[in-house]
């Protein structure tokens, strides 16, 4: 078929369905006869396959090998009122049950193509219908039979080779034993290389970032969480700091500080502060949710009651800064008390980098000014510029678009009253976090809003909620990233 015949058989196929159309429609007007168009036939794929307590809409190029028992493709799909970002939960499960190589959601507007590989799930296009007419090419490359069956055939000989390969190991480690045994041992790295490669970590990102905002209430504990995780998801290695007494994000996180840290003897935040000899790495409590690790300082109840002895400390204010000096990680985000007090400082003067959570509320935006004079403070006492990466809304409510107006319009008219307001903006509609429950419903159970996706405790709806605030909290560590911009502050010496 030559291009112009496929470009207008597309065409002809998107006709087919509306917004009015239904779930059912999207299947058998669209979906089918594009499976045609990538080579397939009706022998070629099973539709509503039951997964668990769950059907899959298409299980596609599943083959008959002995060797290969997982299909090439899984498609779901949903009615074009609905938003397949809020449904990628659904398709991610379907993927990591199935074992497939690839996932299709559609809701016959929009396509979305994922890749499953070493247990993460990565999406690797997205189209609308006229991108997809466009570049069909790619998609046709990608999802066809002639692929699927080249990597079936691929993975087939390959299992083969790894058969006489692990045979032969056997074979050759029953004659020399001794010799052989480090061939199914990777090879180590030198203590050399290893010190090497964290230098060159250490002098080539970092950022340290105080999520900052005397103000109780606006979400400041959860963006830190979740936006640590979304970090983590984009590949970067985050370190939490929990240094409010109240110990919300701790226990955010599932860490429970009788527990999990008094009754077993371990140290928090309080002893990295007032032990001169605690190093960073003795207080770490390391947390994983599948592909997401976040590395957290965990705080104590304790912590209330060392004000004090904090204000008795000589340089208290450096403590935490000085006990940052040497560390690995990509960011590390830290959330202090909603106060001016001594943690307070504590965090700022450690701090290379501010971001500020707000919501669009009248008394939440009167504190910016407060926020902005505090962080001028902080200036004089480090004596070089400590940037506001962004003001991050959160509990965003969407109904009130009139009045959500209104407190932008406040919010920049207190912004323009500071000499610095150039430097700071608010982060872009589509990384504002929404109110909804599945928010707070999380953070109780003691996990990111990524893990939702994983909880089975959870109904749907919840999952589809769960889906659409993740994809808020992924576009804020987005714009996070390319706001921090880490080269160019190391440059002009502010990291």
């Known amino acids: 078929m030559s291009a112009d015949d496929t470009t207008l058989t597309l065409q002809k196929t998107f006709e087919q369905i509306n917004l009015n159309s239904n779930e059912s429609d999207v299947e058998q007007k669209l979906v089918v006869p594009l499976l045609h168009l990538l080579g397939y036939n009706s022998e070629d794929w099973q539709s509503q396959v039951v997964i668990l307590q769950s059907k899959v809409d298409f299980v596609v190029g599943k083959p008959n090998s002995a060797?290969?028992?997982?299909?090439?493709?899984?498609?779901?799909?949903?009615?074009?009122?609905?938003?397949?970002?809020?449904?990628?939960?659904?398709?991610?499960?379907?993927?990591?049950?199935?074992?497939?190589?690839?996932?299709?959601?559609?809701?016959?507007?929009?396509?979305?193509?994922?890749?499953?590989?070493?247990?993460?799930?990565?999406?690797?296009?997205?189209?609308?219908?006229?991108?997809?007419?466009?570049?069909?090419?790619?998609?046709?490359?990608?999802?066809?039979?002639?692929?699927?069956?080249?990597?079936?055939?691929?993975?087939?000989?390959?299992?083969?080779?790894?058969?006489?390969?692990?045979?032969?190991?056997?074979?050759?480690?029953?004659?020399?034993?001794?010799?052989?045994?480090?061939?199914?041992?990777?090879?180590?790295?030198?203590?050399?290389?290893?010190?090497?490669?964290?230098?060159?970590?250490?002098?080539?990102?970092?950022?340290?970032?105080?999520?900052?905002?005397?103000?109780?209430?606006?979400?400041?504990?959860?963006?830190?969480?979740?936006?640590?995780?979304?970090?983590?998801?984009?590949?970067?290695?985050?370190?939490?700091?929990?240094?409010?007494?109240?110990?919300?994000?701790?226990?955010?996180?599932?860490?429970?500080?009788?527990?999990?840290?008094?009754?077993?003897?371990?140290?928090?935040?309080?002893?990295?502060?007032?032990?001169?000899?605690?190093?960073?790495?003795?207080?770490?409590?390391?947390?994983?949710?599948?592909?997401?690790?976040?590395?957290?300082?965990?705080?104590?109840?304790?912590?209330?009651?060392?004000?004090?002895?904090?204000?008795?400390t000589i340089d208290s204010d450096r403590l935490l800064a000085k006990k940052l000096k040497r560390h690995d990680y990509d960011f590390v985000l830290i959330d202090p008390p909603p106060s001016f007090g001594k943690v307070n400082s504590i965090s700022l003067m450690a701090s290379s980098a501010i971001l500020i959570p707000t919501q669009l509320s009248a008394y939440a935006i009167r504190a910016l000014e407060y926020v902005l004079d505090r962080i001028y403070e902080i200036e004089q006492l480090k004596d070089e510029p400590l940037p506001i990466l962004g003001i991050a809304v959160s509990m965003y409510d969407q109904k009130s678009s009139s009045y959500n107006k209104s407190m932008e319009t406040k919010l920049f008219d207190i912004l323009g009253k500071s000499d610095d307001s150039n430097k700071v903006e608010l982060f872009p509609e589509d990384s504002w976090i929404p109110r909804l429950n599945i928010v707070s419903i999380c953070q109780d159970k003691g996990y990111p809003i990524y893990q939702g996706e994983f909880d089975d405790r959870l109904q749907a709806k919840e999952k589809e909620a769960a889906q659409k605030?993740?994809?808020?909290?992924?576009?804020?560590?987005?714009?996070?990233?390319?706001?921090?911009?880490?080269?160019?502050?190391?440059?002009?010496?502010l990291v």
């Not at 997205?126 to 699927?148: G, P, V």
């Not at 987005?478 to 921090?484: A, E, M, S, V």
Request: hydrophobic share 35%; with cysteine; aromatic share 8%.
């Open 469 to 493: 605030v993740l994809e808020r909290y992924t576009n804020l560590a987005g714009y996070l990233i390319k706001n921090t911009k880490v080269g160019e502050l190391q440059n002009n010496g």
């Open 67 to 312: 060797f290969i028992n997982t299909p090439y493709l899984v498609i779901e799909v949903k009615a074009p009122t609905k938003k397949i970002a809020h449904n990628v939960w659904q398709i991610n499960n379907y993927l990591r049950r199935t074992g497939a190589v690839l996932g299709l959601l559609t809701n016959g507007y929009d396509f979305r193509i994922f890749c499953y590989c070493d247990e993460k799930i990565t999406t690797i296009l997205e189209y609308s219908q006229l991108e997809l007419i466009n570049k069909y090419q790619i998609f046709h490359q990608i999802l066809s039979k002639k692929t699927c069956s080249h990597l079936i055939s691929t993975f087939h000989k390959n299992q083969e080779l790894v058969r006489i390969r692990f045979l032969n190991l056997i074979s050759q480690s029953l004659q020399t034993e001794e010799k052989n045994k480090t061939d199914f041992i990777p090879t180590q790295k030198t203590n050399q290389e290893k010190n090497i490669e964290k230098q060159i970590k250490q002098e080539s990102k970092s950022m340290i970032i105080t999520v900052f905002n005397n103000k109780g209430g606006v979400g400041k504990t959860t963006t830190t969480i979740n936006l640590a995780a979304a970090l983590s998801k984009l590949g970067k290695k985050v370190l939490l700091i929990d240094i409010d007494a109240q110990a919300n994000l701790t226990t955010g996180l599932g860490i429970d500080p009788l527990d999990d840290i008094e009754y077993k003897g371990k140290k928090d935040v309080t002893h990295l502060l007032l032990e001169p000899r605690t190093k960073l790495a003795d207080t770490i409590i390391k947390t994983s949710w599948g592909d997401v690790e976040l590395d957290l300082v965990p705080s104590h109840i304790r912590l209330s009651k060392m004000e004090s002895e904090l204000n008795r």
